[in-house]
């Protein structure tokens, strides 16, 4: 079972991922301050970012802007939503 970490999203103790998502010291640092639950919902969005902007994935520039993106996303700053995203209703 993963480990339960201080889900820097969240705030809170929650269940953690059960390896690395990247290699070194960057996916250390992911594995130790970000929940499943957290590490999931990036994946949706990254992947809402990437289809609805054409991203190349090849291209330094979308590498890039994916990792600052992810950085907002975590710490829960202003990150880039879609143009016409319309959040779902709770």
């Known amino acids: 079972m993963p480990a339960m970490v201080m889900c820097r999203k969240y705030k809170t103790m929650m269940e953690g991922l059960a390896a690395a998502p990247f290699p070194g010291e960057r996916g250390q640092q992911i594995l130790a301050t970000v929940s499943r639950q957290a ?27 994916l990792a600052e993106q992810l950085t907002k996303f975590l710490d829960d700053a202003d990150y880039e939503r879609p143009k016409g995203y319309v959040p779902p209703k709770a």
């Open 39 to 65: 590490w999931q919902e990036w994946l949706r969005h990254q992947t809402m970012l990437i289809n609805e902007n054409h991203l190349n994935l090849m291209a330094p520039t979308t590498q890039i802007f």
